[in-house]
């Protein structure tokens, strides 16, 4: 007779919508790292992760007694690999979820989140980007560059001039509509510093960005958190800009895009590596596009590149000439890779890039992935 795996029964278990935790070694791997075998035989009793448990149940389901129960699952609730509110459980998906919690509450050994980052980076890297293709669904969109309303943008006449940006596009609005901000490392880089492979962009300390209550709360029970004032917000993302880092967000216009932003790179993030990998177009990514990509002046651009070293998706091509006067040498945008961040018009030293409105797509109001937000359940 073969033996049940609890493991293998949490893992099926580890459903949100679109979300899950794919049969792989990794994963398998992961999961034992979050949870030893006296928890794993309690977890086996959950449902799926998209519906809570009460202590009740789970001492019905398990005979074991309340108290001891809390006691066994005090642990991975500390670590962020459960939830719970009162006397009421939930398993989460294993990324996102799982993976936030874990990397920003740093509570577990130093030796466990060393072996689940370069798990997690393997899932990235070789996993994750085909879960992309198959979910066909969008957690995130770029925020236009601080600067977009002043500096970077074109009037495009097809286009109502009072639709060109609205307030919600804007990582400004952030800034201009707050007085607490909070800095919290990067997972995503974090993962890449404790697995051996850093990222070259930018240190997992120039981080996820967030305003209001949510910037005081990541005070208390972020690792690494640090307050900014308004000047030193205004500052760090003009220093994520620079560095070419992309002003991802919730793929809504409410609560969720206008407390947070992840200040992504295309080679550790989540969302941008697995679609870059993958040459996912736009229509095919997590991410989706901002209403604005670039346009170029050739009269201006002096065909420096910075332009193509700093584009996340390598949508941007050095078009060189024919014929003997030049005039044929241009940059080349590939639309279908463009997500229109506005990194490329926000670090052009001659002013050559600008962003124009080429789309009128609106986010819902709030973004549900199976039956909770991101914040929710990340």
């Given at each position: 007779?073969?033996?049940?795996?609890?493991?293998?029964?949490?893992r099926?278990?580890?459903?949100?919508?679109p979300?899950?935790?794919?049969?792989?070694?990794?994963v398998?791997?992961?999961?034992k790292?979050?949870?030893?075998?006296e928890?794993?035989?309690?977890?086996?009793?959950?449902?799926?992760?998209?519906?809570?448990?009460?202590i009740?149940?789970?001492?019905?389901?398990?005979?074991?007694?309340?108290?001891?129960?809390?006691?066994?699952?005090?642990?991975?609730?500390?670590?962020?690999?459960?939830?719970?509110?009162?006397?009421?459980?939930?398993?989460?998906?294993?990324?996102?979820?799982?993976?936030?919690?874990?990397?920003?509450?740093?509570?577990?050994?130093?030796?466990?989140?060393?072996k689940?980052?370069?798990?997690?980076?393997?899932?990235?890297?070789?996993?994750?980007s085909?879960?992309?293709?198959?979910?066909?669904?969008?957690?995130?969109?770029?925020?236009?560059p601080?600067d977009?309303?002043?500096k970077?943008?074109?009037?495009?006449?097809?286009?109502?001039v009072q639709?060109?940006?609205?307030?919600y596009?804007?990582?400004?609005?952030?800034?201009?509509?707050?007085?607490?901000?909070?800095v919290?490392?990067?997972?995503?880089r974090?993962?890449?510093?404790?697995s051996?492979?850093p990222?070259?962009?930018a240190?997992?300390?120039?981080g996820?960005?967030?305003?209001?209550?949510?910037?005081?709360?990541?005070l208390?029970?972020?690792?690494?958190?640090?307050?900014?004032t308004?000047e030193?917000?205004?500052?760090?993302?003009?220093?994520t800009?620079?560095?070419?880092?992309?002003?991802?967000?919730?793929?809504?216009?409410?609560?969720?895009?206008?407390?947070?932003i992840?200040?992504?790179?295309?080679?550790?993030?989540?969302?941008?590596?697995?679609?870059?990998?993958?040459?996912l177009t736009?229509k095919?990514?997590v991410?989706?596009?901002?209403?604005?990509?670039?346009?170029?002046?050739m009269?201006?651009?002096?065909?420096?590149?910075t332009?193509?070293?700093?584009c996340?998706?390598?949508?941007?091509?050095?078009?060189w000439?024919?014929e003997?006067?030049?005039?044929?040498?241009?940059?080349?945008?590939?639309?279908e890779?463009?997500?229109?961040?506005?990194?490329c018009?926000?670090?052009c030293p001659n002013?050559?890039?600008?962003l124009?409105?080429?789309?009128?797509i609106e986010?819902?109001?709030?973004?549900i992935?199976?039956?909770k937000?991101f914040?929710?359940?990340?």
């Amino acid at each position: 007779m073969t033996e049940i795996d609890p493991y293998e029964i949490v893992r099926q278990k580890m459903v949100l919508g679109p979300l899950y935790a794919p049969k792989h070694k990794s994963v398998m791997k992961l999961l034992k790292i979050f949870w030893n075998e006296e928890v794993i035989n309690i977890l086996s009793k959950f449902e799926s992760a998209d519906k809570w448990i009460t202590i009740k149940e789970l001492e019905e389901k398990t005979g074991i007694p309340r108290k001891e129960i809390k006691k066994i699952l005090s642990r991975p609730v500390e670590i962020g690999s459960i939830d719970r509110n009162m006397n009421k459980y939930c398993l989460i998906p294993i990324l996102p979820g799982i993976f936030e919690r874990y990397y920003t509450r740093r509570k577990d050994t130093e030796e466990n989140h060393i072996k689940a980052a370069k798990l997690y980076r393997d899932l990235m890297k070789d996993v994750l980007s085909q879960e992309i293709i198959e979910s066909n669904f969008r957690i995130f969109r770029p925020l236009l560059p601080i600067d977009a309303k002043e500096k970077l943008l074109e009037i495009n006449e097809e286009f109502d001039v009072q639709s060109q940006v609205l307030p919600y596009e804007e990582v400004a609005n952030l800034i201009e509509n707050n007085e607490d901000f909070t800095v919290i490392p990067c997972q995503c880089r974090l993962i890449g510093e404790l697995s051996g492979e850093p990222c070259d962009v930018a240190h997992s300390d120039m981080g996820c960005f967030i305003v209001g209550l949510g910037a005081q709360r990541a005070l208390t029970n972020t690792a690494g958190a640090r307050r900014l004032t308004k000047e030193e917000a205004i500052e760090f993302i003009k220093e994520t800009e620079k560095a070419g880092l992309v002003h991802n967000t919730i793929w809504d216009k409410g609560y969720e895009s206008s407390h947070f932003i992840c200040n992504c790179c295309s080679c550790h993030c989540g969302a941008l590596l697995p679609a870059k990998l993958m040459g996912l177009t736009e229509k095919e990514g997590v991410v989706q596009p901002s209403n604005f990509a670039p346009k170029f002046n050739m009269d201006l651009c002096v065909k420096c590149e910075t332009c193509i070293r700093k584009c996340p998706n390598g949508a941007i091509y050095h078009k060189w000439p024919q014929e003997s006067d030049s005039s044929d040498e241009r940059m080349i945008l590939r639309k279908e890779l463009c997500i229109g961040c506005g990194i490329c018009a926000a670090n052009c030293p001659n002013d050559a890039i600008k962003l124009v409105k080429v789309r009128d797509i609106e986010p819902p109001d709030k973004n549900i992935i199976g039956n909770k937000t991101f914040l929710e359940f990340a």
